[in-house]
């Protein structure tokens, strides 16, 4: 490791978390400068990571959920910084931590400080980033209306309620997809691009998906006639049963054409548009992630 230095960008919410002033302590006391700088209002992620490249700190750290981790790698790429990045996982789904098997004790998450960081891939829908997963359709409608209140209450449950809830709404998408020697059109419920492997508090859209190997999974979940019964296994997690009737693939890209505008969520970032090119940027960022991350691909782990 080099300097022992961290700019820590901590979601607003978070600032008077017990938890991570003892960590933040604790880092100190091994001998880390730690300097703390919460958000307050939208654009703040981006600001405090060009405030902390500009004082010279070379690791920063995403203090939040998916959607801070999303905003802060934008923000470092749109810097063209080489600094690496660790996460804090502070969110009420914490989906990309969940898959890089990242603790969620902010003690042990900030202790990967002193882990080397690892090259990962970023995803890109059009130029807008995401590092952990794209997804279209009805689970992403669920993300973006399940409410602050009810996460805080019920935490990732609450995306479970509330797409049990909008049953009634559900209606598919058409769309058509091209890529490097793939093709399908027709209408479908769901759609996950996964540069992590799961997203919505939990749902294992792209199990297999790797951050390390220049490509994006692709899983498309098809109209069926029992739309109660598919959807019931997306939301519950029934990720054999999914699966078994979902169009896979893994690609350096893909072109997305829908009839309608199509309602995309990246990281939490709404995007809607009836076209989208979807494209990994390999090796783009430098993170700190466990040794055995199941997101790390076999001849980075053996590297290390």
């Known amino acids: 490791m080099g300097e022992r230095k961290a700019w820590l960008i901590l979601h607003g919410k978070q600032a008077l978390n017990e938890d991570v002033r003892v960590a933040v302590s604790a880092m100190r006391e091994r001998g880390w400068e730690m300097a703390v700088r919460p958000t307050w209002e939208g654009g703040d992620a981006e600001r405090l990571v060009q405030e902390g490249l500009a004082a010279g700190y070379r690791t920063l750290v995403a203090g939040g959920g998916d959607g801070t981790l999303r905003e802060v790698t934008e923000a470092l790429l749109q810097a063209g910084s080489a600094a690496s990045l660790a996460l804090l996982p502070l969110g009420t789904a914490n989906d990309f931590a969940h898959a890089a098997a990242i603790s969620l004790v902010p003690s042990d998450a900030l202790a990967l400080l002193e882990h080397e960081p690892v090259a990962v891939d970023v995803g890109r829908a059009d130029e807008r980033v995401f590092l952990n997963m794209a997804t279209g359709g009805f689970g992403s409608s669920v993300t973006a209306s399940t409410s602050e209140e009810l996460k805080k209450v019920l935490g990732g449950a609450a995306y479970l309620l509330t797409g049990l809830g909008r049953f009634s709404e559900v209606r598919a998408a058409t769309g058509r997809f091209v890529g490097p020697d793939f093709e399908w059109q027709g209408e479908f419920l769901a759609l996950g691009i996964g540069n992590g492997r799961q997203a919505g508090g939990g749902h294992q859209l792209c199990p297999e998906a790797s951050i390390d190997d220049g490509l994006l999974d692709v899983c498309i979940v098809p109209a069926a006639q ?11 997690g029934g990720i054999l049963g999914l699966q078994s009737v979902a169009i896979s693939a893994r690609l350096p890209w893909l072109q997305v054409e829908a009839h309608e ?7 939490g970032e709404p995007l809607s548009s009836r076209r989208v090119r979807f494209s990994v940027e390999p090796a783009a960022l430098r993170m700190h992630l466990p040794a055995h991350s199941p997101l790390i691909g076999r001849w980075q782990v053996a590297r290390g």
């Open 226 to 236: 029992d739309v109660v019964g598919a959807l019931g296994t997306l939301i519950s």
């Open 261 to 267: 505008a199509l309602d995309l969520n990246l990281d």
